[in-house]
Every structure is written in structure tokens, then in C-alpha cells.
């Protein structure tokens, strides 16, 4: 063989190799990624029964259900965060309404878990301004007209859907914060995926409370038109519900400790529930909403019927 030959020999092999430590390096990144996942939880309607509530509709040890719920979120060693869409506690202008919340912003610190929340109705009651300035105590990040999360790739933009505790300047600046945010989120070629919360659902089949139009009318159409925006997340109507409309989900998630409502079904259901266990009341509840680089996968883990554990009752996926 003469040398001319020996040194094209030469030059392939070393490209050859070459080639394989690129391709073996490419596929060491790709598991990297797919196998780091975000996975948070998500609750809302965490406060207790106020008494007026109790003698309308049945307790069903509302207060154990919120220590069950949070209790199982916090011995999860693989939950990142922790989002409460409102109706934290049945009223925060009172501290001791915030004694079951306060000892788990405790546990969640010594854990070094971030937890992030909205205001509800109840975090408003009696006094305004009392109210908002306990919550912003225990939740800093809090703003009156929106605020957003981000965690990686992924956003959670929170609203405040309390709009009659707005003052008309506050709600137009809201809504064209919120606007400009799903604009901006959406331009970011750093965002794969974005996820809208506030306490009032658009859509609901709940006897006892309703969708809010305002929520439904001026903040939904925005989510829509967006294609990162993958899930409009809600409580206030105490129980859970999953919605599609225009190939998008909406969940509600009120199952947090409140107590449980009614439900329309069958043929009186407003809207299609896709949620397979069709009882008038749902049992308690947070979600698990593990996040990769290809899917969303949402569990619902419900307490059961007799108290006995938590245990996962539904999923669905969102492809990212």
C-alpha cells in the first residue's frame, strides 16, 4: 500500500470516530433534556368552611382533606412548586384563618419548595385591604394586576379574577398587561409553554357558582390565540372539571379543602366534562403536572371516598 493510500485510510477512520463522539455526545444531550422534567403541583380552595356555608351544603372534614392534600404534595420529593389558584384560607384578613397555611409555608421552606399563589374571593372578605396585605406577607410575589412565573422554559401567568376589587384603571391595565405578556411569552424563542391561572373559571357546570364572563369574554380569546399557551387553570367551583374549547384545555381545580359542590351532568351539563368519573360531587383534590420536553402530563390525585390515601383517578397529556 502506498503512502498516499495509507493517509486517505487514516483521514477516514479519524472521521469516522469523529462522527461517532458527535452523535454519541448529541444523544447524551437529548436524554439529558427529555429526562429533566418540571413537575409541579398545582391546588386551589384550600380554605375552611366558613359556617354559613355548612348550613347550606354538607362538611365532609374539609380541614383533614387540606392537610391530607398537602401533606402527600409535600412528602413528594419530586414536586418542584406548588401554585394555589385562590380561596387560600375562608378569609385572610383574619391571622388565624392562615394557621393550616402558615405551618405548610414552613415545611415548604425547610424543603427549599416555592409555592406561588392568586388571591380568591375569600382572600378578600371582610376587609380588602387587610386581606391582600396578609397574603402578600406569606406570598411576595403577589400582584394585584398579574404577575408571571418563570421556571426554564415554561411560564405561569396569574391574573386576578377578584375584578370588582379592581378599580377601572386597574382592570385595563391588567388586561393590557396580560396581553402584552402572552405577546411578549409568545416572541421568546427561550418559552416552549405557557400556563394561565386565576380563581374564577370561565367554564364551569357547577350549581352553585357559574363561569365568569369577564374571565370568559376579555382573558380567554387572548390564550386562544396563542399557540404556546397550553392550559387555562381555574377553582372557585369546588370541584374538578376538564374542558377542551378550540383544541385547548381548561381544568378546573377547586377540590383543595372547600366544600364540595354540586355538579350538573349528563344532558343539563353547560359544557362538556371530559373528566370520566360523572358523580354530582368530586371528591378532594390536587393536580400533578409534570412537564417535559415533549408533553405535559396532567394527574389528578383525589382523596378517597373514605379517607384512606391519595391516589391518582385521571390523566390527560399535552403534547408541547
Not at 135 to 163: D, E, Y
Not at 165 to 191: F, G, H, N, P
Request: glycine share 6%.
Amino acid at each position: 500500500m502506498n503512502d498516499r493510500n495509507m493517509k486517505q485510510r487514516i483521514l477516514r477512520f479519524i472521521s469516522v470516530c469523529a462522527f461517532g463522539i458527535l452523535v454519541l455526545q448529541g444523544a447524551a444531550a437529548q436524554t439529558t433534556a427529555d429526562t429533566t422534567n418540571d413537575i409541579v403541583a398545582l391546588i386551589s380552595d384550600t380554605q375552611s368552611p366558613m359556617w354559613i356555608e355548612s348550613i347550606a351544603m354538607k362538611r365532609n372534614q374539609n380541614e383533614r382533606a387540606t392537610r391530607m392534600l398537602f401533606d402527600h404534595i409535600l412528602k413528594d420529593s419530586t414536586i418542584h412548586a406548588v401554585f394555589n389558584f385562590g380561596d387560600v384560607t375562608a378569609h385572610s384578613a383574619s391571622e388565624k384563618s392562615w394557621k393550616t397555611i402558615d405551618s405548610v409555608l414552613v415545611r415548604a421552606k425547610q424543603r427549599h419548595l416555592p409555592m406561588y399563589a392568586t388571591m380568591g374571593n375569600h382572600d378578600y372578605m371582610f376587609s380588602a385591604e387587610d386581606g391582600e396585605q396578609n397574603f402578600k406577607k406569606r406570598f411576595p410575589m403577589f400582584r394585584r394586576t398579574g404577575f408571571v412565573i418563570r421556571r426554564g422554559s415554561n411560564a405561569f401567568v396569574l391574573f386576578n379574577s377578584n375584578f370588582s376589587k379592581l378599580t377601572k384603571a386597574e382592570r385595563q391595565t391588567q388586561l393590557a398587561w396580560y396581553r402584552a405578556e402572552l405577546d411578549s411569552l409568545e416572541r421568546d424563542s427561550s418559552v416552549t409553554a405557557v400556563f394561565v391561572g386565576c380563581h374564577h373559571p370561565p367554564f364551569t357546570n357547577n350549581t352553585v357558582v357559574g363561569g365568569t364572563a369577564d374571565v370568559r369574554n376579555l382573558y380567554v380569546p387572548p390564550f386562544l390565540q396563542h399557540k404556546k399557551c397550553k392550559l387555562f387553570l381555574s377553582g372557585h367551583a369546588h370541584a374538578f372539571e376538564h374542558f377542551q374549547k378550540s383544541g385547548k384545555d381548561f381544568v378546573v381545580l377547586g377540590g383543595g379543602g372547600g366544600i364540595q359542590h354540586t355538579l350538573l351532568l349528563g344532558d343539563k351539563q353547560r359544557e362538556k366534562d371530559l373528566f370520566p368519573l360523572q358523580t354530582q360531587k368530586r371528591m378532594f383534590h390536587y393536580l400533578r403536572c409534570e412537564i417535559s420536553r415533549s408533553n405535559i402530563t396532567i394527574s389528578v390525585m383525589m382523596i378517597r371516598n373514605d379517607f384512606s390515601g391519595i391516589e391518582p383517578v385521571y390523566e390527560f397529556t399535552i403534547p408541547r
